[in-house]
């Protein structure tokens, strides 16, 4: 099926990446200076 991914962006200017590999659930949280940059 692959890999499927949602980001959600909280009040914290922060960016949540969740990430489901193989059904695996990963969390990767980005400063929103990363994107604005």
Do not use: F
Not at 6 to 34: Q, Y
């Amino acid at each position: 099926k692959g890999a499927k991914g949602d980001i959600c962006v909280p009040a914290l200017k922060s960016v949540v990446l969740h990430v489901d590999v193989e059904g695996r659930r990963m969390d990767v949280t980005l400063p929103l200076g990363l994107l604005e940059g």
